[in-house]
């Protein structure tokens, strides 16, 4: 696709292409970064039991908080990898950078682990009252 801001790439639109990119860095990241495959398998289990015990605000919660963190997540990974690609040796602006990086993916880590404790609780006593 091309780039309109720096004039690079092939002309046209392509919603195919498009999403087979996104599908390519999803599935790369699954596979590779550890820290989003499970967070990946933690909310689907979570989400396959709000889905049987009917309840959709849960449903939509999770998906929303788990979203949020896989963003973060692969955010910081493409931050790491474009700063170790930029600079191989120890560099104390790198460090920094990397640093904001991975505050930014704790912070989501955190309101997730809320949400996944939050539901966890509300399953558990749906599953003692019913």
């Known amino acids: ?5 720096l004039g690079t790439g092939e002309a046209g639109y392509h919603p195919l292409r498009k999403i087979a990119t996104v599908y390519s860095g999803l599935r790369y990241a699954v596979l590779y970064d550890f820290s989003v495959a499970y967070k990946l398998v933690l909310s689907a289990v979570l989400l396959v039991a709000a889905f049987f015990l009917r309840e959709w605000v849960d449903v ?3 998906v929303l908080a ?13 931050i790491e990898a ?3 690609f930029v600079e191989e040796r120890h560099n104390e ?15 989501c880590i955190l309101i ?3 949400v996944l404790l939050f539901e966890v609780w ?3 006593a749906a599953l003692r009252v019913g």
């Open 66 to 78: 788990t979203g949020l963190v896989l963003v973060a997540e692969i955010f910081n990974s493409a």
């Open 60 to 62: 939509v919660l999770i």
């Open 82 to 84: 474009l700063c170790d």
């Open 93 to 107: 602006k790198i460090k920094v950078i990397k640093d904001i990086a991975a505050a930014a993916v704790g912070i």
């Open 1 to 5: 696709m091309r780039n309109k801001f």
């Open 122 to 124: 509300e399953i558990l």
């Open 112 to 114: 997730w682990l809320f």
